[in-house]
């Protein structure tokens, strides 16, 4: 593959340096092989498929939500930031502010089209580097007398190489690299007519099902799909009896990668001619995702208030519903409790599609605290009786054993949530039982085991397809064994603080105040002084409408949090909190013995001072800003 992609380059460039060509790109230059050399019609070996699938687009999607939802993402993202992106604005010596504004409003859009809700590693990137440098870039990207895979890949190379340090990292705490559907968001935005957003799994998909040939990088997947464009356009067209666009070709793609033949009825007959377009879930979704591809013993670790819980809950449900039942139910729980990009299908609620399709019956939570014993979890004695009681650890685990046992491979999907793994020693609390969390110890796997239960002397083993999730503070230092017996059995998915959550929140009287900005500021502080576990999470501030609601944000959840942490040095609080807040109090001399302490001798006292509205309102202005 490598090597026709190779003998392509070297035709487009013969072709580009012949004067006949002069002014073409290269995407004029396929336009005109196609149409003059190689026009067989659809470049596809499955046409049957094809105009089966868009028959049935053309059936349930004719001018219905979907498009007017994407056709809106899309003329917002080229509102914004196509006119910073035009030739003569590249020139500007202020673009890099602009540009990093209109990301971060964009943020939202380009999450929909796109699916990399990671456009604010963009907009970090535009804070960081010159006016000047940013116009090189896009200037040689918008280039169109060189070949697109090659502006790409310079474009990308030169981000990772010179900005990899502001991108957000994976699971593994590797750097993330900028991906080409962001490319082709800019592109798109400059020139909405030629270019059109890609995403990687809906073209591969096509390719797949329509018998499409995939060339072997992004980059070139690129230009192959902006090559298919015209054929498919034309048959779109000619479907729907009307004009059509790039976005009515995205759609289908997407339409395409979502479609099952059970597609109308999932989703409910009354929604069937106005189905909505789903987002994908969204980044701490499918990190988890991508680790039950290793492991069914997961630990959601992060700060308080960055929502692990919600999560872990969100995907449970996500999970099951995409194992156990379709993932147009999966996808459509999520569009139910999505807050972000989409309403709920049908105003649906979360709770009403578990009820729909029975995910509580495959799950199980249980809160730890200090006071939990084997006896609350796995089994206890029956008072009084012979025999004993199962814990829903053990009834989880039998049920999801009798159904591998029969079934194997085909047998439903199981949950176990663990929350707040740090306040218990779980090591102690299930003795034998923790090892057989390992996935080289579950039943069915080399090494597998089972334990013989102290009350009901029956064997337990755990199986493959219980997936055990578990919740816990990152901020909390656990005893060595425990945190030792804790990393053996699980993986760690770290999930952190998210000031972006906060920018779409409407904050009423609090216009004036950058809540993403306080909770970033907050946490650079925490991170420089305390090390970059102790972070607060977007969650305290998220439902945040007034300044009144902030002051009880602040004083009720931020600050005992912080002085929790600076128990024993609230010398530095004022480093965290600011001057305003924290009052440094000389003691008093007190007399021992007949003779007074030297004042200097006693440790000074911090208090946390309690502002009235305005002097509140100021501080954190200022505390925001980066001051007090």
């Known amino acids: 593959m490598r090597g026709v992609t190779a003998r392509n380059r070297q035709l487009l460039h013969f072709m580009q340096s012949q004067p006949e060509f002069s002014g073409f790109d290269t995407i004029q230059l396929m336009r005109f092989l196609y149409d003059k050399l190689f026009r067989v019609g659809l470049p596809i070996s499955s046409p049957k498929v094809f105009n089966r699938r868009v028959t049935q687009f053309a059936s349930l999607y004719a001018d219905t939500a979907s498009r007017k939802a994407l056709r809106a993402d899309q003329e917002s993202v080229t509102a914004m930031l196509g006119p910073l992106l035009a030739a003569d604005r590249l020139t500007s010596p202020d673009l890099a502010k602009p540009l990093e504004v209109a990301v971060n409003d964009c943020r939202t859009p380009i999450n929909n089209l796109a699916n990399w809700p990671s456009a604010d590693n963009f907009a970090g990137l535009a804070a960081s580097t010159s006016s000047a440098r940013l116009a090189r870039l896009f200037g040689d990207l918008f280039d169109r007398q060189q070949a697109l895979p090659d502006r790409m890949e310079r474009f990308q190379r030169a981000i990772d190489a010179e900005y990899a340090y502001l991108y957000t990292r994976d699971v593994q705490g590797r750097a993330q690299t900028l991906p080409a559907s962001l490319l082709t968001i800019f592109l798109a935005a400059r020139d909405p007519l030629r270019y059109m957003v890609y995403r990687p799994r809906m073209v591969e998909q096509a390719a797949q099902d329509w018998g499409m040939e995939p060339p072997d990088t992004d980059r070139n997947w690129y230009v192959h799909l902006l090559n298919w464009l015209r054929p498919i356009q034309d048959a779109l067209t000619a479907q729907l009896g009307a004009q059509t666009d790039l976005i009515d070709v995205h759609l289908l793609l997407w339409f395409n990668h979502r479609f099952d033949a059970d597609f109308a009825h999932r989703f409910g007959e009354d929604a069937a001619g106005n189905p909505v377009l789903l987002p994908e879930p969204p980044l701490p979704l499918r990190a988890l995702y991508e680790a039950t591809r290793r492991t069914q013993t997961i630990a959601l670790c992060g700060p308080p208030g960055t929502g692990k819980t919600q999560l872990a809950r969100t995907f449970i449900t996500h999970w099951l519903l995409s194992g156990n039942h379709s993932q147009t139910d999966a996808d459509a729980y999520w569009a139910a409790v999505d807050t972000g990009n989409v309403a709920a299908i049908n105003q649906r609620t979360a709770e009403a599609w578990q009820q729909r399709t029975g995910t509580g019956d495959f799950a199980v939570a249980i809160a730890l605290d200090e006071r939990t014993r084997f006896d609350d979890v796995v089994e206890r004695s029956a008072a009084g009786q012979a025999g004993a009681v199962a814990g829903p650890l053990r009834r989880i685990c039998e049920r999801a054993a009798t159904e591998w046992r029969a079934l194997g491979a085909a047998a439903h999907r199981y949950a176990l949530l663990l929350e707040h793994l740090e306040r218990t020693d779980l090591a102690a609390v299930l003795g ?152 440094r109090r000389l003691q008093r001399p007190r007399w021992q013995t007949g003779l007074a302490v030297p004042p200097d001798a006693l440790p000074p006292t911090y208090e946390i001072r309690i502002l009235d509205r305005d002097e509140f309102r100021w501080a954190i202005q200022e505390l925001a800003a980066g001051g007090g």
């Open 432 to 583: 034998n039982v923790l090892p057989l969390f390992d996935d080289d110890c579950r039943l069915g796997a080399p090494d597998a085991r089972e334990v013989r239960l102290p009350y009901s002397g029956k064997s337990l083993g755990v199986p493959p397809n219980l997936l055990i999730l578990g919740t816990l503070d990152g901020a909390v230092a656990l005893p060595p064994a425990t945190d030792a017996a804790l990393r053996r059995r699980f993986t760690f998915v770290e999930l952190s603080p998210d000031p972006n959550a906060l920018s779409q929140t409407p904050l009423g009287e609090t216009d004036d105040i950058d809540l993403a900005a306080l909770l970033t500021v907050l946490n650079g502080r925490l991170a420089a002084t305390k090390g970059r576990t102790f972070q607060l999470g977007h969650h305290l501030l998220l439902d945040v409408r007034t300044i009144d609601d902030l002051r009880q944000a602040w004083y009720n959840g931020i600050v005992p949090q912080v002085r929790a942490w600076f128990a024993h040095e609230e010398e530095k609080l004022s480093q965290i909190l600011g001057d305003t807040f924290v009052e």
